[in-house]
């Protein structure tokens, strides 16, 4: 049977969560850690955004501040999420090369996900996968999941939810007033539940823990080792939590549009017009900040709680729509060349409805 390492890294700093799978991956890549499962909890609060989402607009940043809440951007997509010590992290981290492994984004999900489900069931709560990255029970989510690429290595990421600060989750979030505010908490606790709300009370983490193991062991078919990080991989690790805490991480999305989020709050008459416009898809929420100039893209900024691979290319897309017409067949046929060329996975959101809000930006 296959061997997997399996590390439990058990309570952890709180950066320290999201660093060790991209950490774990990176040296997956490079051939030198074997294919990889790991469970692991924050020791204190902290906010995770999705890759591809603008800080400011996503969370009140001062707020986190105040409480000391470190607010982390993570290298999977996904929304902006308060995560604790109520939460059990699992993480796979496996080479693309294994036959384990599909091939899409989406069937990846579904695939590693088995394992989660399994276990919520095993525990008596009637969970089950809800495409794209969701676990569900009567219609309410108990588990987020993320997935992304690192280099020839995928991770997979989502959490077992004890229980979870519902309060603490709707404080985070930025929104327009307290009575908007009021409507997200009522909306949050309908749609969201946890182990507790189900049951009533908590089974013991340890027995999940071993629960959540033998099912990964079972729905993949192979056999985890219990191991630990090597040096390298601690190493690393430490040097991407020093990353993670930077102004120009947290930033990274805004600090390539600088000049496009500027112009945001102006006016400008004539030639040239900047636009915003929002959609929800199946995939995620799709918000896009454009200039335009004679009816031709100047700068866009292209941002959301979405699933993009290879992740570090929707950068190029935002720079291969630049003098690009504002028409949506125009728009389309250049996105859709785009996504062919580099291969580009963008689970429930399509070509057509990327256009479809670029175009609605421009005409604002």
């Known amino acids: 049977m296959e061997v997997w390492r399996f590390i ?9 969560t999201q660093a060790v799978y991209h950490a774990v991956a990176s040296k997956v890549d490079e051939g030198a850690s074997p294919d990889t499962i790991i469970f692991c909890t924050p020791k204190t609060p902290l906010v995770c955004i999705g890759y591809h989402q603008e800080a400011e607009v996503e969370v009140d940043l001062e707020y986190c501040r105040m409480k000391n809440i470190p607010v982390v951007r993570r290298i999977l997509g996904g929304g902006a999420v308060y995560l604790d010590s109520g939460q ?39 969970a089950s996968y809800r495409p794209i990255n969701d676990i569900e029970v009567g219609g309410r989510k108990i588990s987020g999941n993320g997935a ?13 939810i004890f229980d979870f600060n519902f309060d603490e989750m709707v404080k985070i979030l930025r ?13 949050l606790r309908e749609r969201l539940t946890t182990i507790r709300k189900e049951l009533g009370e908590s089974p013991s983490r340890e027995d999940v823990k071993e629960l959540l193991k033998r099912n990964y062991e079972y729905t993949l078919g192979v056999e985890l080792v219990g191991g630990d990080l090597t ?4 190493s690393l690790m430490e040097s ?4 993670y805490q930077t102004r120009e991480w947290l930033h990274i999305v805004e600090n390539d ?19 915003e416009a929002v959609k929800k898809t199946e ?34 897309l935002e720079r291969s729509l630049r003098g690009v017409d504002v028409e949506k067949r125009t728009l389309t046929d250049n996105i859709r060349g785009f996504f062919e060329m580099y291969k580009v996975n963008t689970p429930g959101m399509t070509v057509e409805e990327i256009a479809e809000v670029i175009l609605s930006a421009s005409l604002r």
């Open 231 to 234: 040096g390298e991989e601690k």
């Open 175 to 187: 929104v327009p007033n307290e009575k908007f505010r009021d409507k997200v908490s009522k909306t």
């Open 240 to 243: 991407l939590s020093e990353k």
């Open 8 to 16: 439990d890294l058990g309570e952890m700093p709180p950066v320290q």
């Open 283 to 316: 995939g995620g929420l799709l918000r896009v900040l454009v200039e335009t100039r004679d009816m031709k893209i100047e700068d866009i900024m292209i941002t959301g709680d979405f699933f993009f691979t290879p992740r570090d290319h929707l950068h190029l």
């Open 257 to 275: 549009h600088m000049d496009l989020i500027q112009k945001r709050s102006l006016k400008i008459s004539g030639r040239t017009v900047v636009g």
């Open 148 to 160: 992304t690429e690192v280099g020839g290595a995928i991770v997979l990421t989502g959490n077992i």
């Open 88 to 126: 059990l992290f699992y993480q796979i981290v496996a080479s693309k090369n294994n036959p384990k492994v599909p091939g899409t984004i989406q069937q990846i999900f579904q695939r590693f996900l088995e394992a989660p489900v399994k276990t919520y069931n095993d525990i008596g709560i009637p």
